[in-house]
């Protein structure tokens, strides 16, 4: 055995391991002092450079955020108590052979505001902008400001402009309900924003802006959206809210949890619960959920 072709190749296996190893601790000895001080100064550089452009950018996003979040096992999983009514391709769909092309008729999202409060939901996150009137039924926009007066535990979007825009801006800050001054002399201080048209949804107005990294990518969200002088209601506030959640001690900045590993967020189209077409374990997800009224169709918006 001690001469097969297995033994031999066991044998020089061995021995380029010794040999290796030797190598190894030979030059070791010799660039120990070297190396160490080598890894060192590399280090150093680099936690500089991390530094300086922490310094110079620091709204940039770091590297391990991504990682963690595209590496890690699991996650949370996604509340139950959260439902998402789509306005998605399956609605326009649904719809259009009565409704036509998008936009609709205001008075079929008053409808749809009626339903939700029908099905049980605890508060609606309306995630659309009703900024102008409909020239061509202005039936349908006294229904939808009814409609909107009514159903108390909602949360209307406003859209925050370019503060370069606010000495152009005849709106006052202290006229949006809800905001809080950081001096009382700002009172005087004007705002450039998109308001909804109707004025049964002002009390209840939530800013719907994001604010992505400096890569263009949203990572956090600000439940209260804080500018130098004064603060407003972000979209999730007010809606939590009006349905009488004690969020003070919740951080004003929340890391979003991207790429959920545990499903996704319970979602319904819009047209389904128009069309009452609901399975009973739909109809029954609407019973004290927070309801996010979306736009995702191609072209709608966010």
Same mark, same amino acid.
């Given at each position: 055995?001690?001469?097969?072709?297995?033994?031999?190749?066991?044998?020089?296996?061995?021995?380029?391991?010794?040999?290796?190893?030797?190598?190894?601790?030979?030059?070791?000895?010799?660039?120990?002092?070297?190396?160490?001080?080598?890894?060192?100064?590399?280090?150093?550089?680099?936690?500089?450079?991390?530094?300086?452009?922490?310094?110079?950018?620091?709204?940039?996003?770091?590297?391990? !955020?991504?990682?963690?979040?595209?590496?890690?096992?699991?996650?949370?999983?996604?509340?139950?108590?959260?439902?998402?009514?789509?306005?998605?391709?399956?609605?326009?769909?649904?719809?259009?052979?009565?409704?036509?092309?998008?936009?609709?008729?205001?008075?079929?999202?008053?409808?749809?505001?009626? @339903?939700?409060?029908?099905?049980?939901?605890?508060?609606?996150?309306?995630?659309?902008?009703?900024?102008?009137?409909? @020239?061509?039924?202005?039936?349908?926009?006294?229904?939808?400001?009814?409609?909107?007066?009514?159903?108390?535990?909602?949360?209307?979007?406003?859209?925050?402009?370019?503060?370069?825009?606010?000495?152009?801006?005849?709106? @006052?800050?202290?006229?949006?309900?809800?905001?809080?001054?950081?001096?009382?002399?700002?009172?005087?201080?004007?705002?450039?924003?998109?308001?909804?048209?109707?004025?049964?949804? !002002?009390?209840?107005?939530?800013?719907?802006?994001?604010?992505?990294?400096?890569?263009?990518?949203?990572?956090?969200?600000?439940?209260?959206?804080?500018?130098?002088?004064?603060?407003?209601?972000?979209?999730?506030?007010?809606?939590?809210?009006?349905?009488?959640?004690?969020?003070?001690?919740?951080?004003?900045?929340?890391?979003?949890?991207?790429?959920?590993?545990?499903?996704?967020?319970?979602?319904?189209?819009?047209?389904?619960?128009?069309?009452?077409?609901?399975?009973?374990?739909?109809?029954?997800?609407? @019973?004290?959920?927070?309801?996010?009224?979306?736009?995702?169709?191609?072209?709608?918006?966010?």
């Amino acid at each position: 055995i001690y001469s097969s072709p297995l033994y031999n190749m066991i044998q020089r296996g061995m021995d380029f391991k010794s040999f290796s190893m030797t190598m190894v601790a030979h030059y070791s000895r010799r660039l120990g002092a070297r190396m160490i001080l080598t890894v060192g100064v590399l280090a150093t550089v680099y936690a500089s450079y991390l530094f300086i452009m922490h310094t110079l950018t620091p709204d940039m996003p770091t590297a391990s !955020h991504d990682a963690i979040l595209k590496t890690r096992f699991s996650s949370p999983k996604p509340s139950r108590d959260i439902l998402i009514v789509d306005i998605d391709e399956r609605t326009l769909a649904l719809l259009s052979d009565k409704q036509g092309r998008w936009p609709w008729s205001r008075d079929v999202l008053a409808d749809g505001l009626q @339903k939700l409060n029908g099905l049980g939901a605890r508060a609606v996150l309306f995630g659309v902008l009703l900024s102008d009137p409909d @020239k061509t039924n202005a039936d349908a926009d006294a229904v939808m400001n009814m409609t909107a007066q009514m159903s108390r535990p909602t949360a209307f979007p406003l859209i925050r402009l370019n503060p370069k825009n606010d000495a152009q801006s005849q709106l @006052k800050v202290i006229q949006i309900p809800g905001v809080q001054l950081k001096e009382k002399q700002h009172a005087d201080t004007t705002i450039s924003v998109i308001l909804p048209m109707f004025g049964s949804m !002002h009390d209840r107005l939530g800013v719907a802006n994001q604010k992505p990294d400096a890569d263009g990518i949203v990572r956090k969200y600000p439940l209260r959206w804080e500018e130098a002088k004064f603060i407003l209601h972000s979209m999730v506030q007010r809606t939590a809210e009006l349905a009488a959640v004690d969020i003070t001690k919740v951080p004003n900045l929340i890391s979003l949890n991207w790429r959920n590993k545990q499903g996704r967020y319970n979602r319904i189209s819009f047209g389904d619960m128009y069309l009452d077409q609901l399975k009973p374990e739909q109809a029954q997800a609407f @019973k004290g959920a927070f309801v996010v009224l979306s736009l995702s169709a191609p072209g709608l918006g966010q």
